[in-house]
Every structure is written in C-alpha cells, then in structure tokens.
C-alpha cells in the first residue's frame, strides 16, 4: 500500500486561529487561561495524520478484505459496495500534547486542554482529508471508523494499524 506521512500540520496557527474553533461560554478569567493554555500547546503541538492508497482484496457478507488484512462489518462492505479503492487513514493530536494535557490537576485546566488536543485532531483530519481530495480526487466518500459502530468494533482497530508500515508516536 502506498502511504502518505504529513508532519508539517498546523505549524503556522495563531492562538486566535485555534480559539475560533473552540466553542463553549467563557467568562474573562477562563478565556484568558484558555489564550495562555493554546500558548503552550502552539510551543509543543506535532499533530500528525498518515493515509495510504490501497485497494479492496474481496468482500463477502460481513467482511471486507483490504490489502490483504480482513475487516469484519457488515455495513463497511455496504459501504464500500461498489469501489475499489479506499483511502485508511491514522490521525493523531501527537504524543506531545498528550502528555502536556495529562499534567493538569485543575479540572478547568485539563478540560481546556482535552479541548484544545481535539482542536489539533480536527486539524489534522482536516489536512488528511483535503490531501487525499486534491491528490486523489475521490469523489464522494464515506468516514468510518473501528469503535463508531457496534457492527465495527474498537478491537478492529488494530487490523486498521496493521496495513500501514510507518509508524509514528500516538
């Protein structure tokens, strides 16, 4: 499978940048907390996303062969019904931010800073997907992922891992 690594994510943001994305009330003391935790988070943030280009082996029933690693869902074989080519992607905050987070004692804290971490995974995903659609030009596509339905399990997880070669922190 031929894969594709992007690093360089969100290197050049702005705190404002990221505060636009962050959607909830905040008074002025929280708000200014909120401005020095993005602070920091800009110093240390290496969100990162790989993808790869790979092609649908066979399918039956309930599975789906990908590269030659086997999927068990039904409606992942309804959703890839009538392709032959799918684009598995592994998106990351970055092991950097979260560690940063898991320092925090202060519930307000560490809540600003899980929200800050899913900033930076949007962002990432974001990059991903834009990637592929002007690399690749896919057409319409459908998001799944192992966990998100009961019919796909979060322990599919690693089937998903295993058709990339490039490994890089989570």
Known sequence: ME????????????????KENIEFNRDENTDRRLEELIEQALEIAAPRGLYGIAF????DEDNVVIEGVEFHSRILRENLEDVH???????????ELQEWAEGFEDM??????????EVFLNIAREQVFGDISSNFNP???ARMNPGSLPDWP???????????SVCFPM
């Open 154 to 164: 979060l322990a599919e997880q690693s089937q998903l891992f295993s058709l990339f």
């Open 139 to 141: 057409g319409k596509t």
């Open 56 to 59: 649908i082996d066979e399918r």
């Open 3 to 18: 894969e594709i690594l992007l690093e360089e994510i969100a290197r050049d943001l702005s705190v404002e940048e990221i």
């Open 108 to 117: 307000m804290d560490s809540y600003l800073a899980d929200t800050i971490k």
């Open 85 to 95: 080519r799918v684009f598995p992607f592994i998106i990351t905050c970055g092991v």
